[in-house]
Each structure stands twice: as C-alpha cells, then as structure tokens.
C-alpha cells in the first residue's frame, strides 16, 4: 500500500464510450500526476497538477480531459478514444515542498485500460 | 536533465548483493541520482536517491562516485520478490517555493533474481 488508490483497476470500453479513473491520495501530498505506460514502452508523463492547478501537459491529446477538484482527487476523463490509447494509466503524488525535492513520488497501481 | 545509462538486464543470486550500475556523465552540480523500481505490472516504487554522498535506508544503498559520473544501487540480501525493472533517474531538486515535476522514465534494468 502507498496510499494511492486508484479505480478502477480494469477498464474495457469502446471508442465511443465515455469513461473516468479516478485517483485517490492519503498522503497529504500537493502534487498528482498522470503517467501512461504502453506495451514495451517506458513510462511517460502525461499531467501534472501542483494545488490543484495544471501545471504540465505533455502534448497529450484532447480525447483526454484531465480534473483536480482539490488536492487529493485526480480524474482522467476519457472519451472517444482509439485502441492504441490501451494502457496501464498510472496516478502519482507528491509533496513538492519548498526544501525538498519532489521526485519522491508515490505511485498507485494503476488502472488497466483496454479500447476495443 | 542529464541522460542516464544501464544495463539492459541483469541476473544475481537469491541472496546475494545485487549491484546495479548506472552511467551519468553530464550529471550537474545540482542533480540528484533517483532510484525507482517497479514490479511487473505494478505502479513504480520509490527507492533512494542522492546528491554526492552515499546513502542507505531499509531498502537499498546507493553509492555515488566521488565525480558523480555514475552511481551503484544495492540491494543487500536480494530476495525473489526484488525481481523488477529498476530505474535510474537524475533530476534536479525543486529548492524553494514549492513545486512539482514529471519523471522522466528510460527502459532501466531488469534484475532477474534467480533461485
């Protein structure tokens, strides 16, 4: 457990089909970010939020929509999407303080998602 | 950020010290050497990480040349469930007022602990 939750842990829908992951920290953290790791592929950063304020996007397409209402929820709407979007969409967070660095990140285990 | 470098895999012996190297040479004064690893299909696990002076904690140690150009993670007494890919990361501190930055992931090392 690191405190990071995420649901749900698979998805399957089709490219016509609106859905959302949600993440949830319990950490007191400030910063939450979405990465997106594909087959063979390393991780990649699609989000970063910091006070509920998006402070990163990663060119990533506008099929999805992130959302943070407050520091510990993080939501990626997903909507049309095609099937090379099938991935393991993974929520992290960190503390990102003044002092400290903030590449302690905390990962959630992800959410499997599969585009038919 | 500096590029980092490591093996593609490795394989160690359960219960023996597993090393794993990682090559850094434009590594910066401000820099930091970030160590995560993530099991099969599981969100990545932070490690340790440092500036130039070694490190431990209950997870591993990291040890970092004295021009920092590369640094050594090990895992003491390596067990079947430290099978992962391992990642090396160097980024620079967010110093002061706050802050958040992405990861940058390569492809890291898959350390095979063999029975």
């Known amino acids: 457990e690191t405190g990071v939750t995420q649901t749900p842990r698979h998805l399957v829908m089709g490219m016509t089909n609106k859905k959302s992951l949600k993440c949830e920290q319990h950490l007191g953290h400030n910063a939450m970010y979405w990465y997106k790791q594909s087959a063979k592929k390393p991780l990649e950063l699609m989000f970063v939020y910091n006070f509920k304020e998006q402070t990163e996007n990663n060119s990533v397409p506008s099929r999805f929509s992130p959302e943070c209402p407050n520091s510990s929820h993080l939501f990626l709407h997903l909507h049309t999407l095609q099937p090379e979007d099938s991935a393991l969409y993974l929520c992290a967070s960190s503390q990102g303080w003044g002092g400290r660095s903030s590449y302690e990140q905390y990962f959630g285990p992800g959410t499997r998602l599969t585009v038919t | 950020d500096a590029k980092t470098t490591q093996p593609p895999s490795m394989d160690c012996a359960e219960g023996r010290a597993a090393n794993l190297p990682c090559n850094h040479s434009t590594i910066s004064g401000n820099e930091y050497v970030y160590w995560y690893r993530q099991i099969h299909s599981q969100g990545p696990q932070y490690i340790i990480h440092g500036l130039k002076n070694n490190e431990t904690n209950e997870m591993a140690s990291l040890i970092i040349t004295e021009d920092r150009k590369s640094s050594t993670l090990i895992l003491p007494h390596a067990t079947l469930r430290d099978t992962a890919v391992y990642y090396c990361?160097?980024?620079?501190?967010?110093?002061?007022?706050?802050?958040?930055?992405?990861?940058?992931f390569g492809k890291g090392t898959h350390l095979i602990i063999q029975p």
């Open positions: 990361i160097v980024r620079a501190s967010i110093i002061s007022g706050g802050g958040a930055d992405g990861l940058t």
